[in-house]
């Protein structure tokens, strides 16, 4: 009996233990498509529009690569060949423009980049052009969950909103799309304005009204 008791706490202590996340923020991702609409909606976009998001990740704490990103920001506009809906499907070729914090020095913005190409969910691949702006963003202090600003100056805007009844239009809505990338607590709401201002990639967009945003947290 000794001897079993034995063997059960040497595998006990020799269990892996689950490591504690590195880095944690918020999360913003709006899109030129509805991710919570209908499925007659839905179908009617599907390789006409919604080839264009903006992701937003917001450090609160931590560390990326061992350099400290507390309270620094990054942004990633990107453009695909195909429409945005479920990254699980194939949806083309993407290009992408980050935007970093202008707070962060050489190595912090080294750090954010390389932070938003792993949490991308392979979106983040091909980057047209790495800018730095001063971001302005208010996401996680709004005490309903919905409701979110990131500006970066000159090249990102973006306003959110909770959804409410008089966002249902067929009255067949659902959460239709996952988010783009892993995060929690995701919960989609309404676009007021989102637009991408920059040169390079090619197009600029912007998208009022639409039910295309998603909010939520990260840890890596």
């Given at each position: 009996?000794?001897?079993?008791?034995?063997?059960?706490?040497?595998?006990?202590?020799?269990?892996?233990?689950?490591?504690?996340?590195?880095?944690?923020g918020y999360y913003v991702e709006t899109r030129t498509c509805d991710v919570y609409t209908g499925p007659c909606f839905a179908n009617s976009e599907i390789g006409l529009t919604g080839k264009e998001a903006i992701l937003a990740w917001v450090v609160d704490k931590g560390a990326w690569n061992g350099v400290s990103l507390d309270g620094l920001s990054v942004i990633a506009a990107v453009?695909?060949?195909g429409t945005l809906d479920d990254t699980?499907?194939?949806?083309?070729?993407?290009?992408?423009?980050?935007?970093?914090?202008?707070?962060?020095?050489?190595?912090?913005?080294?750090?954010?980049?390389?932070?938003?190409?792993?949490?991308?969910?392979?979106?983040?691949?091909?980057v047209a052009q790495v800018r730095t702006a001063a971001i302005d963003a208010n996401?996680?202090?709004c005490s309903k969950n919905g409701c979110?600003?990131?500006?970066?100056?000159?090249?990102?805007?973006?306003?959110?909103?909770?959804?409410?009844?008089?966002?249902?239009?067929?009255?067949?809505?659902?959460?239709?799309?996952p988010p783009?990338?892993?995060?929690?607590?995701?919960?989609?709401?309404?676009?007021e304005?989102?637009?991408?201002?920059?040169?390079?990639?090619?197009?600029?967009?912007?998208?009022v009204g639409s039910r295309s945003a998603f909010l939520g947290s990260f840890a890596a």
């Amino acid at each position: 009996m000794r001897h079993a008791a034995f063997l059960l706490a040497a595998a006990l202590v020799s269990l892996p233990a689950f490591a504690a996340p590195q880095i944690t923020g918020y999360y913003v991702e709006t899109r030129t498509c509805d991710v919570y609409t209908g499925p007659c909606f839905a179908n009617s976009e599907i390789g006409l529009t919604g080839k264009e998001a903006i992701l937003a990740w917001v450090v609160d704490k931590g560390a990326w690569n061992g350099v400290s990103l507390d309270g620094l920001s990054v942004i990633a506009a990107v453009r695909a060949e195909g429409t945005l809906d479920d990254t699980r499907r194939d949806t083309g070729a993407t290009d992408a423009v980050l935007i970093v914090d202008e707070r962060a020095d050489a190595a912090q913005r080294a750090a954010l980049a390389d932070m938003a190409k792993a949490l991308s969910n392979g979106l983040v691949v091909t980057v047209a052009q790495v800018r730095t702006a001063a971001i302005d963003a208010n996401v996680g202090t709004c005490s309903k969950n919905g409701c979110a600003e990131v500006k970066a100056e000159g090249l990102v805007e973006i306003s959110t909103r909770c959804l409410n009844n008089g966002d249902h239009i067929c009255g067949n809505e659902e959460t239709y799309y996952p988010p783009l990338t892993n995060i929690e607590n995701a919960t989609p709401a309404y676009t007021e304005v989102s637009k991408f201002e920059g040169k390079d990639l090619g197009k600029t967009w912007q998208d009022v009204g639409s039910r295309s945003a998603f909010l939520g947290s990260f840890a890596a």
